[in-house]
T-cell receptor, first 113, second 116 residues
Framework: KAGVTQTPRYLIKTRGQQVTLSCSPISGHRSVSWYQQTPGQGLQFLFEYFSETQRNKGNFPGRFSGRQFSNSRSEMNVSTLELGDSALYLC????????????FGSGTRLTVV | AQSVTQLGSHVSVSEGALVLLRCNYSSSVPPYLFWYVQYPNQGLQLLLKYTTGATLVKGINGFEAEFKKSETSFHLTKPSAHMSDAAEYFCAVSDRGSTGGFKTIFGAGTRLFVKA
């Protein structure tokens, strides 16, 4: 079966712009979580969506937002990009319960210049 | 709040030697514990998980981990390292949030080098 698909794979943006990243979870998975990965901070939890509702949120500024559609596909948006937003953004899907673990996408590498 | 500590940011072993990657956690009971592996330019892949039941958990690629509640540890082992095991390994703990959702917290990662 198809895995978690993230688009685009690579992105270069300028400071002050905004960006939207997309994630299609595994068919049947209703939970989608987003993580930011950087060499200095490691994997940082952004938010989790389940059935179009944000169920949990990490400690990121309001510039980071997301949503989930009725088909479980998810998008995250970062407005007013800063240099420090350069990172690998990973989407992870799961069946509803935490103990199942995640299936990750390959990520979107965002570079802000 | 839960946390995960991985001891050693880099571990180097010879091919054929024992692999031991250490992980300690703090969490409310019961903890859900995971090990993931990440190869360059890829996402993370689930190696194994502990939820309930048997404390020795077997995963893919010959890896296993033992949950020791008294030591709050979940160390990852493999009897004999292969060159293909070279990657970064992440220990993680999952927490049921107050809103009903869940959040998985990852350790800082341990990069495994395998020498020929």
């Amino acid at each position: 079966k198809a895995g978690v698909t993230q688009t685009p794979r690579y992105l270069i943006k300028t400071r002050g712009q905004q960006v939207t990243l997309s994630c299609s979870p595994i068919s049947g998975h209703r939970s989608v979580s987003w993580y930011q990965q950087t060499p200095g901070q490691g994997l940082q939890f952004l938010f989790e969506y389940f059935s179009e509702t944000q169920r949990n949120k990490g400690n990121f500024p309001g510039r980071f937002s997301g949503r989930q559609f009725s088909n479980s596909r998810s998008e995250m948006n970062v407005s007013t990009l800063e240099l420090g937003d350069s990172a690998l953004y990973l989407c992870a899907s799961s069946l509803a319960r935490t103990e199942y673990g995640y299936t990750f996408g390959s990520g979107t590498r965002l570079t802000v210049v | 709040a839960q946390s995960v500590t991985q001891l050693g940011s880099h571990v180097s072993v010879s091919e054929g030697a024992l692999v031991l990657l250490r992980c300690n956690y703090s969490s409310s009971v019961p903890p859900y514990l995971f090990w993931y592996v990440q190869y360059p330019n890829q996402g993370l892949q689930l190696l194994l998980k502990y939820t309930t039941g048997a404390t020795l958990v077997k995963g893919i690629n010959g890896f296993e981990a033992e949950f020791k509640k008294s030591e709050t540890s979940f160390h990852l082992t493999k009897p004999s390292a292969h060159m293909s095991d070279a990657a970064e390994y992440f220990c993680a703990v999952s927490d049921r949030g107050s809103t009903g959702g869940f959040k998985t917290i990852f350790g800082a990662g341990t990069r495994l080098f395998v020498k020929a």
